[in-house]
């Protein structure tokens, strides 16, 4: 056991400093509670987060920022860390293409249900007035609930508050995203073959299987994309300082191996040394986190949702640079592959991300792909082999679909989850969050409140996926905490 490192006594130890745990400490701080959040990592941000280059930092895996509208999440975090930073509404949320059909998500409803109409010859104002209402409740929802999934006298109180007006819809909680779709949607299977790719990238599943009140918050999810200056590396960076301005402390390269309760402190023992702490926020995959418990009650919890978590998609991504000789008119595109493509590469769509146009840097882009995780095991030949082959479909892709010149484009590397795994302790390099197939599998994530002092945020826990999920984990771990 190493040096016992200060005397100081923490309120909070937040262990993981991705999403979950960068925002858990900077809320935490600014409830003047006293924070250390350690990473082991020597950058922070998880999936979230950043490398650099002598062209920039690139994204390493989240590009899209959204949950500005009706003061949800990231708009509430914002203004509540008083974090003075640039974010640009993307007019086009993602501009996806399948063969020569192309489908822009535009963030103007008009203008989406005039796509709409245009590519698939259906009048969907209806259906897009109706769920981006539902969306707005269930937000509201989301927001007062912050004890799941026991639910207290307050939660109650506030289902009842918007249960007339979501009951009226009732059939979102038991029906899938497809089935509450408009018959003639549901028949165009050129609509499905976009719409299931969009889904797969916001909730991580398909629309047949993908719970609708899911479902709604992931399809209108382009609609309320934001990119931010100097990507990831520019919002994290932003966070980071307000943090250390508000007092905090931060510890890369920190990694903690185990959290003892010793009478009411916990002592947390790290590669560097053992801190004291009241309180302990976990933003650690479950399999992590129970094996740094020693707790068997606590430990006990995490390890039965660990056994019980379900499918959880590998990604892969690519990195390059370019010198881009025209502008473009969105940030974010999205290739569905078409049968040639899959003979080079096993998958069904890339996610390409472009830098902000404004920055001094050449533009750094990350392609991102869901990938089942077993096909990587090890660092073998075939192992190699595949990482060449998705390289060679990406450079294919910025040809065929983004009609760039690839002679213009700097390779830069490609990831795997063994890299994932490597850089964020995933196990087996599991990314996303969990693949909910009903209402019931919200069961299956974390509750924010482990235990009298033991929390947990991060998108293995409610209310689960993306960054803005995340964030609002946070703050249901701030108000109960
Ligand atoms: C390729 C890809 C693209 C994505 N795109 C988007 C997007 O565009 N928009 C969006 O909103 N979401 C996106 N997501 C999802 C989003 O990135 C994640 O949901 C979110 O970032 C998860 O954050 P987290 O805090 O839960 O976990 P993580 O990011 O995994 O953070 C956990 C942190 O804990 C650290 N850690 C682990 N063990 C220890 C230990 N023992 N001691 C100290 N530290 C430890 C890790 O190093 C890591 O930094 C994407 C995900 C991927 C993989």
Known sequence: MKENKNDIVYDVSIIGAGMGGLSAAGLLQKKQLKTILFESHYYVGGCAGYFKRREGFFDVGATTLSGFCDNRPLSKFINDMEINYQIYKEEIGIHAYHGDTELRYFSDKRELIEEVRLKFNYDSREFIEKITKI???????????????KITLKDTLAVIKYAPQLLR?????????????????????????????????????????????VGIIGF?????????????????????????EDGGNIHLKEQVQSVKKVNSLYHIQTNKGLYQSKKIVFNTPPSVSSKILNQDHEKNI????????GHVWGAMTAYFSIKLSKNLRSRYH????????????ETSSLFFSFSHPNEKDLIRVTVSTHIEKK????????????????????????????K????????????????????????????????????????????????????YVGDYSFPGQGI??????????????
Request: proline share 4%.
């Open 302 to 309: 995490i390890k039965k949702k660990e056994l019980n978590k």
């Open 375 to 402: 096909l990587f095991h090890s660092k073998d030949d075939e192992y190699i082999y595949l990482k060449s082959r998705f390289k060679a479909l990406v450079i294919i892709c910025f040809d065929k679909y983004l």
């Open 468 to 481: 803005v999920s995340v964030i609002q984990g946070s703050y249901n771990v701030k108000t109960i905490l």
């Open 334 to 345: 999205q290739v569905i592959l078409d049968q040639e493509d899959k003979k080079i590469f």
């Open 404 to 455: 760039l010149e690839t002679k213009q484009l700097k390779f830069d590397s490609v990831s795997t989850p063994l890299t994932w795994n490597h850089y964020t302790q995933r196990p087996r390099g599991e990314v996303g969050g969990l693949r909910h197939t009903s209402p019931l599998s919200l069961l299956r994530l974390l509750p924010n409140k482990v235990s009298k002092d033991v929390y």
């Open 220 to 244: 209108l999810y382009p609609l309320d994309t934001y990119s931010s200056r100097g990507g990831m590396h520019g919002f994290c960076k932003a966070i980071t300082d307000k943090i250390k």
């Open 169 to 213: 819809h009732v059939s979102i909680f038991y029906k899938s995203f497809y089935d509450i779709l408009p018959k003639d949607l549901k028949e165009n299977e050129e609509f499905i073959v976009f719409l299931d790719q969009m889904l797969l990238i916001s909730t991580q599943q398909k629309s047949k299987k993908c719970p609708a009140f």
């Open 135 to 149: 969306e707005k409740l269930l937000w509201n929802v989301l927001d007062e609930i912050q004890s799941f999934p």
